[in-house]
């Protein structure tokens, strides 16, 4: 394989070769390796010509990248050129200091693999630009830059997502050390995240420096260098001049640094910026200068947006020049040695391209997805069973009071259950922590995490500023050495402000890591309707749409206090076994009821399974037919939340009142959904009734489950009941859009009905 030569040996080098020592008396000085490059910086000559050559084939790379589209058998172009000074930051962090890269971020990961002997970043680089399943970290997934020994976690190409969960690591380091949960970080070690100018405007950035600036201010530590790599463009967009400085250079809690110059002036920043971090243990922003040469990718046609002139203006900029040119100055390099240098990294960029292209590539749905949504259902249940608290421990733990003790009423509300089982996974797993807005000192808003605080301590349970983002973002750092996070979003609403968090970061990590990193999180969403006399639309979000979408996600639904229990320890237990993402959605209507038919029955209390039951997905619920009804069942109701507690109050009126035998079916479980359960079921009676509480286009499971009914050839008869498309009103006017106890009977009358009618 053969591709251009790169723009400093066309426009610079070669006449550098008979230029050189007129132009640069200096030259004719021959520095040792281990000589500074001058008085005053910590630079040496060797190091510096190592620092060139993982310049130079971060470069190599991205002129193979575009060669390999350009005849079809590559992917990925966009590259790092005119960043490679970001490997001056690959030489100085170590191994342990965990970084979040830039995708324009080659010349970082070069250096820092120069640090672990016998890696070989080059090929793996080149076998991520064609997609091959022999690529160590994403195995063709994706082109990411990543590594489980360089502690490189992969990002995805989504603009600024990852500044949060870096910010979230740096703000989990001390309190993992604290708690005793152990890791492979020192205690000094810091987080670097890199990103563009364009991406610093994003709202997912500013919100992790926000969060990252408030930490220090409440006087947390905060281990994190954000690298902002400004080539003053975003696509075609100009970033107006100083708009960088003018953003970040003087905000509090936050030291601003500014790189731009010569490679050793560079070097002395940077090392400026890392030490005072590491030192510290607060944030910094460091402002590198970059130039964006060839385009941002591969498909942009630079020359619609950038004159001639420009484009030639910018590759004069080009810091291979400016740094060959240093080296050659200062004396560190002659200009025939660096033509070497570079014709040799050619040759061995080319072949390794070449080799890359030979390999396999992913070609099976098993092999896709293998790494999305592991599931070891034994070992999750292993681990749900150990380690249990002895009962004199959990006596004190929850202040003298067992809640399965049998001299004392045991009966609890939905609310009571999930704080019950909270503390006993705080109690039991010292990596547990439980946060959010108002979680700890108010004890929630719904009174959910109440006394959580004073049994455990502000180390494992605490409040977090209004930002879900950031909520979000400190889970996924704090799972990613070792802590369990158990966050709260206030509202399922809020959810969609920060939803790419889950989506495109906490969901996708171990998909494009081939499971070498993750971020296990169980993420409490009080959510869903039918809160009387308060509310609107936001306080009463009736849709799962999006939730369900994101692939891998596990969603559980618990309508009574027993099953929610055992489901947040078997969501627990999953996100400690296999890495899961799992969502637990709390129905706020059902937290603090306690009657199902009439005031005063108390049929929606139950007792307090203690531990190690637990549920997990597939595993539903049967409520067979009122002892009322006269005949076996004929009409099956699927639903979930509150549409299991209407469903419940039909099956009775149904009995009593038309003698027809309902069997209900609680899913417990809205991704994956129980479809072999449901099949089961269903073949047993002549009508299917889904009550879906959600909104009917897309909010909700309907959809889906009568599709697979339909799909599977079920013979009973398929209807369902669910809401209106609409926002959820305020006051009365809700019952006008949500599922009603009428809807519903209406609905299996008629179903019932047709289904006798067919039969005769």
């Known amino acids: 394989m053969t591709f251009d030569r790169v723009p400093i040996v066309e426009a610079a080098l070669d006449s550098l070769l008979t230029d050189a020592r007129d132009a640069h008396p200096g030259a004719s000085r021959r520095l040792s390796s281990s000589d500074p490059l001058h008085d005053g910086t910590s630079l040496t000559a060797g190091a510096a010509i190592a620092l060139f050559e993982d310049q130079v084939v971060s470069r190599q790379q991205d002129a193979a990248a575009r060669h390999l589209k350009q005849t079809n058998r590559s992917f990925y172009t966009i590259g790092s050129a005119g960043h490679e000074n970001d490997a001056v930051l690959g030489a100085q962090l170590r191994i342990n200091d965990p970084a979040f890269l830039h995708y324009r971020s080659g010349g970082f990961l070069m250096a820092r693999a120069r640090q672990l002997p016998g890696s070989t970043p080059t090929f793996d680089a080149l076998l991520g630009i064609v997609a091959s399943s022999d690529e160590p970290i994403a195995q063709g997934r994706h082109k990411v830059w990543g590594s489980r020994p360089l502690w490189i976690p992969p990002q995805t190409s989504t603009i600024a997502s990852h500044l949060p969960k870096a910010m979230g690591l740096a703000f989990s380091i001390a309190r993992a050390r604290r708690l005793g949960v152990t890791n492979d970080l020192p205690e000094d070690a810091i987080v670097m995240c890199s990103f563009g100018d364009a991406s610093a405007n994003h709202a997912t950035a500013l919100s992790a420096i926000n969060t990252a600036r408030y930490a220090v201010q409440i006087g947390l530590p905060m281990p994190i260098l954000f690298v902002c790599e400004d080539n003053e463009t975003g696509i075609s967009v100009p970033t107006p001049a100083g708009w960088i400085a003018a953003t970040f250079g003087s905000q509090p809690n936050l030291r601003y640094l500014f790189a731009d110059g010569e490679l050793d002036e560079i070097w002395e920043v940077a090392q400026d910026a890392s030490r005072f971090v590491r030192q510290t243990r607060r944030p910094a922003f460091l402002h590198l200068k970059t130039v964006r040469l060839w385009g941002h990718a591969g498909s942009d046609a630079e020359h619609a947006y950038r004159s001639s002139s420009e484009i030639a203006e910018v590759e004069a900029r080009d810091p291979l020049l400016r740094n060959a040119l240093r080296l050659i100055e200062l004396g560190a390099a002659t200009p025939e040695e660096l033509i070497a240098l570079i014709d040799d990294t050619r040759r061995r960029v080319a072949a390794a391209a070449e080799e890359a292209t030979r390999r396999p590539r992913l070609a099976t749905i098993e092999d896709v997805v293998a790494p999305m949504a592991p599931y070891h259902p034994d070992l999750i249940a292993e681990r749900g069973a150990q380690p249990v608290l002895r009962k004199k421990q959990r006596r004190t733990v929850f202040d003298g009071v067992l809640p399965e003790d049998s001299s004392l009423p045991n009966a609890r509300t939905l609310a009571g259950q999930i704080n019950a089982a909270l503390t006993d996974e705080l109690a039991r797993r010292p990596e547990l922590i439980v946060f959010g807005e108002d979680v700890a000192r108010k004890g929630g808003v719904y009174n959910v995490t109440h006394d959580l605080q004073r049994r455990f301590g502000a180390g494992r349970v605490f409040d977090t500023l209004l930002d879900e983002t950031s909520i979000l973002g400190i889970a996924q750092g704090a799972a990613h050495i070792g802590l369990l996070p158990i966050a709260e979003i206030q509202y399922l609403a809020y959810v969609h402000n920060a939803l790419d968090q889950i989506r495109g970061e906490a969901a996708s990590l171990q998909f494009f890591s081939s499971g ?228 519903i009977m209406a609905a299996a009358l008629s179903t019932a009905t047709a289904t006798a009618r067919a039969r005769v």
């Open 516 to 743: 070498q990193f993750r971020n296990p999180m169980v993420l409490r969403l009080p959510g869903l309707a039918y809160q009387r006399g308060f509310g609107g639309h936001f306080h009463n979000d009736n849709s799962v749409g999006a939730l369900r979408d994101i692939p891998g996600l596990i969603l559980a639904v618990p309508a009574r206090g027993e099953d929610a229990a055992r489901m947040l320890r078997g969501a627990v237990a999953m996100a400690a076994e296999d890495g899961r993402i799992v969502i637990f959605l709390e129905p706020i209507a059902l937290y603090h009821e306690k009657d199902l038919h009439t005031d005063g029955d108390g049929g929606w209390l139950t007792d307090y399974p203690p531990p190690p039951a637990l549920l997990l997905p597939g595993e539903v619920r049967i409520f067979e037919p009122d002892a009322s009804a006269s005949r076996d069942p004929e009409l099956l109701i699927v639903s979930y939340a509150n549409g299991l507690r209407l469903s419940l109050q039909a099956q009775r009126r149904l009995a009593h009142e038309h003698d027809i035998a309902a069997r209900v079916i609680d899913l417990r479980w809205l991704n994956p959904l129980p479809f072999d359960a449901i099949r089961e079921h269903a073949s047993q009676v002549g009508s299917v009734l889904v009550v879906d509480e959600c909104r009917r286009t897309g909010g909700g499971v309907a959809d889906a489950i009568i599709a697979d009914l339909a799909e599977s050839e079920s013979r009973s008869r398929l209807r369902s009941v669910r809401a209106v498309d609409s926002f959820v009103p305020l006051g009365p006017a809700t019952a006008a859009v949500l599922v009603g106890l009428d809807e």
